[in-house]
């Protein structure tokens, strides 16, 4: 990661690069954003630098050999740690056991946030910590020689989560640590890192992206369009792990408008061939994807009774979706709400038992032609 792919900031980038051209590199520095900020990504692209063979005036050369380990996270001088879910059974004690994941999620979003972490590592629902094995392998590692020669260099990201027992083993460490060694803590929360770490650390304060920042980011890095990234950036309130959430929220919602569009033509036309087509089409979706669309489904055919009882303003839905639904709604009545109902909670219901997808949505394709006739 080089400076220029880090969203804004660009003072605290300044303050960065002056420490190392001026030689001042503190060995103990505390970056603290709030969530979504990006101080992973900074915290990345400052070791990146620190380490670059071929230092440019204000970023890393992005392609010396040590940039192309870092980018390829594997440097040997570059260390990692963060929170785990510890398991006996799975052999799991440090960060080093599941750096692996650790890889994917800088590669696939770099502002991830804590959820996307706990999810990446099992259970969305499980806090990690930092615990005591961690500590003592961060200082077996540390203590060794650097491989490169140059710095050592070891990120820690949400130091918060330190068991006591680590940050007991850590503080002796971190206050005296060996030769050109740099640990850079990456924390959301300074009230809950205990002060004697806190004290002996610089503070970086990071402030919360801007949402012109987070829609410029959208717009060019995730080639969403000028007027969803405003809208985007204002729901995310600066975090853009949240601002990527919504995005695939997005994604997920369109998809089964989408689908729902098609099918409902089909089924209103009778049209056995394509239904034939579009069957295939979703059942190639995969099953996650199917069962998400038929709670859609059921979803949109209440958003039809609703409009047709109590006027539109209750159901809350996009001008394209109002156009499609102004139109289909008479067709969603009181003649056949409980068929559709119970045949969409059916077909939901086999679905994640196996069924095959088929089968089932042909056999519904079948239902809702008939069910659509009634008036
Ligand atoms: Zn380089």
Redesign the pocket.
């Known amino acids: 990661m080089q400076f220029v792919n880090v969203i804004a900031h660009e003072a605290e980038k300044k303050h960065l690069i002056h420490t190392v051209k001026e030689n001042r590199i503190s060995h103990a520095q505390m970056f603290l954003g709030p969530a979504g900020s990006g101080s992973v990504p900074l915290a990345m692209a400052y070791a ?1 630098y620190i ?5 440019q005036e204000n970023d ?9 380990k870092i980018q390829k996270h594997n440097h040997p001088d570059l260390h990692f740690s963060f929170p785990i879910h510890l398991s006996k059974e799975k052999h799991i004690y440090t960060s080093d056991n599941v750096l692996e994941y650790w890889r994917e999620i800088l590669d696939e979003n770099p502002y991830f946030g804590i959820d996307d972490w706990n999810l990446k590592l099992g259970n969305e629902n499980k806090q990690g910590i930092i615990g005591k094995e961690e500590s003592q392998n961060i200082i077996s590692k540390i203590s060794l020689k650097s491989f490169e020669g140059g710095y050592k260099v070891l990120i820690m990201w949400l130091p918060e989560l330190m068991n006591g027992n680590a940050s007991n083993k850590l503080l002796k460490f971190i206050e005296e640590p060996p030769d050109k060694t740099v640990f850079l803590l990456v924390a959301e929360d300074q009230e809950q890192i205990i002060a004697t770490i806190r004290s002996r650390t610089q503070i970086i304060k990071l402030p919360r992206l801007k949402e012109i920042e987070v829609a410029t980011y959208l717009e060019t890095e995730k080639g969403i369009t000028a007027s969803d990234s405003k809208i985007i950036a204002h729901l995310a309130e600066g975090d853009v792990a949240k601002a990527v959430h919504l995005i695939s929220e997005q994604t997920v919602a369109n998809f089964n408008f989408e689908n729902f569009v098609n099918w409902m033509r089909l089924c209103y036309q009778k049209n056995i061939a394509k239904s034939i087509d579009w069957v295939d089409s979703i059942a190639a979706a995969g099953r996650e994807n199917q069962k998400s669309f038929l709670k859609f489904c059921l979803n949109m055919f209440r958003q039809c009774i609703v409009g047709h009882y109590a006027g539109n303003e209750l159901v809350v839905l996009t001008d394209e979706q109002n156009a499609f639904l102004s139109k289909f709604s008479p067709f969603i009545n009181s003649k056949n709400i409980v068929g559709l109902t119970e045949a969409f909670n059916e077909a939901y219901y086999h679905i994640e038992r196996n069924a095959s997808a088929k089968i089932l949505f042909l056999d519904l394709s079948i239902k809702t032609f008939s069910l659509l006739q009634k008036k």
């Open positions: 990146q380490l670059c063979q071929n230092k890393s050369c992005g392609t010396c050999v040590s940039c192309t």
